[in-house]
Protein backbone atom coordinates (compact mmCIF):
# COMPACT_ATOMS: atom_id res chain seq x y z
CA UNK A 1 0.00 0.00 0.00
CA UNK A 2 1.30 3.71 -0.75
CA UNK A 3 0.45 6.65 0.82
CA UNK A 4 0.78 10.18 -0.15
CA UNK A 5 3.24 12.00 1.83
CA UNK A 6 1.08 14.66 2.03
CA UNK A 7 -1.49 13.24 3.89
CA UNK A 8 0.19 13.56 6.99
CA UNK A 9 3.29 15.34 8.51
CA UNK A 10 5.59 12.85 9.02
CA UNK A 11 5.19 9.43 7.23
CA UNK A 12 5.88 6.98 9.91
CA UNK A 13 7.82 3.53 8.64
CA UNK A 14 7.45 0.76 11.05
CA UNK A 15 10.06 -2.39 11.09
CA UNK A 16 10.87 -5.08 13.52
CA UNK A 17 13.71 -3.25 16.46
CA UNK A 18 17.04 -3.62 16.65
CA UNK A 19 19.74 -1.64 18.99
CA UNK A 20 19.13 1.65 17.82
CA UNK A 21 19.10 3.42 14.88
CA UNK A 22 15.58 5.09 15.01
CA UNK A 23 15.52 8.29 12.41
CA UNK A 24 13.60 11.59 13.28
CA UNK A 25 14.02 14.02 10.59
CA UNK A 26 11.45 16.95 10.94
CA UNK A 27 10.48 20.01 8.66
CA UNK A 28 14.12 19.48 6.99
CA UNK A 29 14.91 22.67 4.81
CA UNK A 30 18.36 22.82 3.04
CA UNK A 31 19.13 26.00 0.58
CA UNK A 32 22.65 26.59 -1.36
CA UNK A 33 23.55 30.18 -2.19
CA UNK A 34 26.45 29.37 -5.18
CA UNK A 35 27.65 32.28 -6.82
CA UNK A 36 24.87 34.24 -5.22
CA UNK A 37 21.86 32.25 -6.38
CA UNK A 38 19.75 30.64 -4.46
CA UNK A 39 18.73 27.20 -4.61
CA UNK A 40 16.52 25.12 -2.56
CA UNK A 41 17.46 21.61 -2.60
CA UNK A 42 15.19 20.04 -0.06
CA UNK A 43 11.66 21.73 1.54
CA UNK A 44 9.74 20.37 4.30
CA UNK A 45 10.74 17.00 4.52
CA UNK A 46 9.60 14.82 7.00
CA UNK A 47 10.16 11.51 8.00
CA UNK A 48 10.01 8.79 10.66
CA UNK A 49 12.20 5.60 10.17
CA UNK A 50 12.17 2.83 12.76
CA UNK A 51 14.98 1.24 13.74
CA UNK A 52 15.98 -1.92 11.48
CA UNK A 53 14.15 -0.67 8.71
CA UNK A 54 15.40 -0.49 4.79
CA UNK A 55 14.16 2.24 3.58
CA UNK A 56 14.70 2.94 -0.18
CA UNK A 57 14.47 6.84 -1.83
CA UNK A 58 14.59 7.67 -5.62
CA UNK A 59 13.52 10.31 -7.58
CA UNK A 60 14.91 12.77 -10.43
CA UNK A 61 18.60 13.03 -10.63
CA UNK A 62 19.70 15.77 -8.89
CA UNK A 63 16.66 16.47 -6.69
CA UNK A 64 18.35 16.25 -3.35
CA UNK A 65 18.29 12.60 -2.49
CA UNK A 66 22.46 12.70 -1.58
CA UNK A 67 21.94 16.18 0.04
CA UNK A 68 19.17 14.54 2.53
CA UNK A 69 21.90 11.53 3.12
CA UNK A 70 24.72 13.79 3.70
CA UNK A 71 22.97 15.85 6.39
CA UNK A 72 22.21 12.11 8.34
CA UNK A 73 25.51 11.36 7.84
CA UNK A 74 26.71 14.89 9.12
CA UNK A 75 28.63 16.14 6.22
CA UNK A 76 26.18 18.84 5.79
CA UNK A 77 24.30 21.22 7.46
CA UNK A 78 20.66 21.75 7.78
CA UNK A 79 19.08 25.03 6.60
CA UNK A 80 16.24 24.84 8.65
CA UNK A 81 14.43 21.92 11.02
CA UNK A 82 16.10 19.15 12.88
CA UNK A 83 17.43 15.45 12.43
CA UNK A 84 17.49 13.20 15.36
CA UNK A 85 18.59 9.87 16.10
CA UNK A 86 17.68 7.52 19.04
CA UNK A 87 16.16 10.78 20.30
CA UNK A 88 19.87 12.52 19.94
CA UNK A 89 19.95 15.51 17.82
CA UNK A 90 21.78 15.58 14.72
CA UNK A 91 21.11 18.26 12.90
CA UNK A 92 19.44 21.70 13.45
CA UNK A 93 20.30 25.35 11.85
CA UNK A 94 22.55 26.34 14.29
CA UNK A 95 24.80 22.71 14.90
CA UNK A 96 27.42 22.42 13.05
CA UNK A 97 28.02 19.65 10.78
CA UNK A 98 29.21 16.53 13.42
CA UNK A 99 30.21 12.88 11.17
CA UNK A 100 29.82 9.80 13.60
CA UNK A 101 30.55 5.85 13.89
CA UNK A 102 27.10 5.22 14.77
CA UNK A 103 26.39 6.80 10.93
CA UNK A 104 28.62 4.98 8.34
CA UNK A 105 28.48 6.30 4.68
CA UNK A 106 29.06 3.53 1.81
CA UNK A 107 29.85 5.91 -1.50
CA UNK A 108 29.05 5.04 -4.98
CA UNK A 109 32.89 5.13 -5.81
CA UNK A 110 35.27 3.05 -4.60
CA UNK A 111 37.31 4.13 -0.44
CA UNK A 112 39.21 1.01 0.49
CA UNK A 113 43.13 1.58 1.16
CA UNK A 114 44.51 0.51 -2.25
CA UNK A 115 47.62 -0.54 0.42
CA UNK A 116 46.18 -2.57 3.00
CA UNK A 117 45.04 -5.90 2.63
CA UNK A 118 40.80 -6.96 3.00
CA UNK A 119 41.75 -8.19 6.84
CA UNK A 120 43.63 -4.88 7.41
CA UNK A 121 40.94 -2.44 5.67
CA UNK A 122 38.07 -3.69 7.77
CA UNK A 123 40.32 -4.04 11.23
CA UNK A 124 41.29 0.16 10.45
CA UNK A 125 38.11 1.80 12.15
CA UNK A 126 38.07 0.51 15.51
CA UNK A 127 41.47 0.28 15.73
CA UNK A 128 41.78 4.32 14.77
CA UNK A 129 39.05 5.19 16.85
CA UNK A 130 40.97 3.43 19.99
CA UNK A 131 37.91 1.44 20.46
CA UNK A 132 39.85 -1.96 20.23
CA UNK A 133 43.47 -2.69 20.31
CA UNK A 134 45.13 -4.16 17.26
CA UNK A 135 44.83 -7.62 17.72
CA UNK A 136 41.20 -7.26 18.94
CA UNK A 137 39.93 -5.84 15.89
CA UNK A 138 41.56 -8.59 13.65
CA UNK A 139 40.13 -11.11 15.67
CA UNK A 140 36.65 -9.39 15.04
CA UNK A 141 37.65 -8.20 11.70
CA UNK A 142 38.18 -12.42 10.81
CA UNK A 143 34.64 -13.18 12.63
CA UNK A 144 32.99 -10.72 10.85
CA UNK A 145 34.51 -11.63 7.18
CA UNK A 146 34.02 -14.95 7.85
CA UNK A 147 30.57 -14.72 8.04
CA UNK A 148 30.04 -12.14 5.57
CA UNK A 149 31.76 -15.18 3.46
CA UNK A 150 34.60 -13.18 2.74
CA UNK A 151 37.56 -14.92 4.49
CA UNK A 152 38.33 -16.26 1.41
CA UNK A 153 39.92 -12.62 0.68
CA UNK A 154 40.81 -11.66 4.07
CA UNK A 155 44.71 -11.61 2.63
CA UNK A 156 44.05 -10.27 -0.73
CA UNK A 157 44.64 -6.58 -1.64
CA UNK A 158 41.48 -4.38 -3.56
CA UNK A 159 43.19 -4.36 -6.88
CA UNK A 160 42.81 -8.02 -6.79
CA UNK A 161 39.50 -8.23 -6.18
CA UNK A 162 36.37 -7.71 -8.58
CA UNK A 163 34.51 -4.86 -8.31
CA UNK A 164 31.51 -6.49 -6.57
CA UNK A 165 33.70 -7.84 -4.23
CA UNK A 166 35.29 -4.59 -3.15
CA UNK A 167 31.79 -3.30 -2.79
CA UNK A 168 31.15 -6.04 -0.35
CA UNK A 169 33.92 -5.82 1.44
CA UNK A 170 33.35 -2.05 2.10
CA UNK A 171 30.02 -2.95 3.22
CA UNK A 172 31.68 -5.12 5.60
CA UNK A 173 34.33 -2.32 6.37
CA UNK A 174 30.94 -0.11 7.55
CA UNK A 175 29.46 -3.10 9.86
CA UNK A 176 32.82 -3.30 11.17
CA UNK A 177 31.94 -0.62 13.08
CA UNK A 178 28.99 -1.61 14.33
CA UNK A 179 27.03 1.69 13.47
CA UNK A 180 23.55 2.40 14.22
CA UNK A 181 22.87 3.50 10.58
CA UNK A 182 23.91 1.97 7.62
CA UNK A 183 23.64 5.17 5.08
CA UNK A 184 24.41 3.59 1.34
CA UNK A 185 24.73 6.04 -2.04
CA UNK A 186 23.85 4.38 -4.63
CA UNK A 187 26.65 1.69 -4.12
CA UNK A 188 26.00 -0.41 -7.14
CA UNK A 189 25.73 2.24 -9.52
CA UNK A 190 28.77 1.49 -11.26
CA UNK A 191 28.25 -2.72 -11.65
CA UNK A 192 27.36 -4.47 -14.67
CA UNK A 193 23.46 -6.07 -14.61
CA UNK A 194 24.87 -9.44 -13.16
CA UNK A 195 27.46 -8.39 -10.46
CA UNK A 196 24.52 -5.97 -8.87
CA UNK A 197 22.35 -8.81 -8.95
CA UNK A 198 25.13 -10.76 -6.80
CA UNK A 199 25.26 -8.05 -4.41
CA UNK A 200 21.92 -7.16 -3.89
CA UNK A 201 21.92 -11.19 -2.50
CA UNK A 202 24.61 -10.33 -0.06
CA UNK A 203 23.49 -7.06 0.77
CA UNK A 204 20.39 -8.79 1.86
CA UNK A 205 21.99 -11.46 4.18
CA UNK A 206 24.03 -8.89 5.23
CA UNK A 207 21.27 -6.92 6.45
CA UNK A 208 20.00 -10.29 7.55
CA UNK A 209 22.10 -10.48 10.06
CA UNK A 210 23.05 -7.28 11.16
CA UNK A 211 19.19 -5.99 11.34
CA UNK A 212 20.85 -2.33 11.07
CA UNK A 213 18.61 0.62 10.02
CA UNK A 214 19.89 1.16 6.18
CA UNK A 215 19.00 4.70 3.63
CA UNK A 216 19.67 3.30 0.60
CA UNK A 217 19.76 5.90 -2.39
CA UNK A 218 19.11 4.81 -5.77
CA UNK A 219 18.47 5.74 -8.93
CA UNK A 220 17.15 1.64 -10.10
CA UNK A 221 13.84 1.58 -9.43
CA UNK A 222 13.77 -2.22 -9.39
CA UNK A 223 16.95 -2.22 -6.99
CA UNK A 224 14.71 -0.05 -4.40
CA UNK A 225 11.42 -2.49 -4.30
CA UNK A 226 13.52 -5.51 -4.57
CA UNK A 227 15.73 -4.25 -1.29
CA UNK A 228 13.63 -2.34 0.72
CA UNK A 229 10.92 -2.14 3.09
CA UNK A 230 9.59 0.81 2.05
CA UNK A 231 10.02 3.23 -1.09
CA UNK A 232 10.62 6.95 -0.30
CA UNK A 233 9.81 8.61 -3.41
CA UNK A 234 10.91 12.92 -3.59
CA UNK A 235 10.07 15.39 -6.00
CA UNK A 236 12.04 17.36 -7.98
CA UNK A 237 13.41 20.33 -6.50
CA UNK A 238 12.80 21.42 -4.45
CA UNK A 239 12.81 17.92 -2.86
CA UNK A 240 10.17 16.85 -0.84
CA UNK A 241 8.34 13.83 0.08
CA UNK A 242 6.08 12.18 -2.62
CA UNK A 243 5.00 9.07 -2.31
CA UNK A 244 5.99 6.49 0.47
CA UNK A 245 5.18 3.27 -1.31
CA UNK A 246 5.23 0.11 1.44
CA UNK A 247 6.89 -2.86 0.24
CA UNK A 248 5.30 -5.99 2.00
CA UNK A 249 7.16 -8.33 -0.18
CA UNK A 250 8.09 -11.65 1.65
CA UNK A 251 11.67 -11.86 2.72
CA UNK A 252 13.77 -13.60 2.82
CA UNK A 253 13.81 -12.09 -1.22
CA UNK A 254 14.52 -14.41 -3.78
CA UNK A 255 14.83 -13.67 -7.60
CA UNK A 256 11.45 -15.01 -8.31
CA UNK A 257 9.65 -12.31 -6.71
CA UNK A 258 10.80 -10.00 -9.62
CA UNK A 259 8.32 -11.76 -11.61
CA UNK A 260 5.66 -11.98 -8.99
CA UNK A 261 2.50 -9.80 -9.91
CA UNK A 262 2.81 -7.93 -6.89
CA UNK A 263 6.52 -6.74 -7.76
CA UNK A 264 5.40 -5.67 -10.79
CA UNK A 265 2.33 -3.33 -9.28
CA UNK A 266 5.06 -1.73 -7.19
CA UNK A 267 7.39 -0.77 -10.07
CA UNK A 268 4.79 0.43 -12.17
CA UNK A 269 3.34 2.52 -9.17
CA UNK A 270 7.16 3.54 -8.18
CA UNK A 271 8.28 4.11 -12.14
CA UNK A 272 4.57 6.61 -12.85
CA UNK A 273 5.44 9.01 -9.87
CA UNK A 274 9.40 9.24 -10.80
CA UNK A 275 9.12 9.46 -14.06
CA UNK A 276 6.25 12.36 -13.33
CA UNK A 277 9.11 14.31 -11.43
CA UNK A 278 12.24 13.36 -14.00
CA UNK A 279 9.75 15.23 -16.84
CA UNK A 280 9.14 18.39 -14.17
CA UNK A 281 12.65 18.43 -14.09
CA UNK A 282 13.71 18.48 -17.87
CA UNK A 283 10.83 20.94 -18.67
CA UNK A 284 12.53 23.49 -15.59
CA UNK A 285 15.69 22.64 -17.28
CA UNK A 286 17.30 21.60 -13.83
CA UNK A 287 20.96 21.05 -14.10
CA UNK A 288 21.61 17.93 -11.11
CA UNK A 289 23.44 19.15 -7.72
CA UNK A 290 23.84 17.07 -4.48
Not at 142 to 152: I, P, Q
Request: glycine share 6%.
Amino acid sequence: MAVAATQFASPHLSTQTSAGGCLSIRGVCKTYDPHGACVEALKDCSLEIDAGAFVAIVGPSGCGKSTLLNMIAGFDTVSSGQIYMDGRLLAAPDLPPRAGPDRVVVFQNGALFPWKTVLENVSYGPVRQRTLTRKQAEKKAVELLRACKLDAVAGAYPAQLSSGMQRRVEIARALMNEPRVLLLDEPFRALDSVSKTTMHRHLLDMYRMSRKTILFITHDLEEAIYLADSVIVMTTRPAMIKLVISVKLQRPRHLRILFSREYLELKREAAESVHEEARKAFERGEREQA
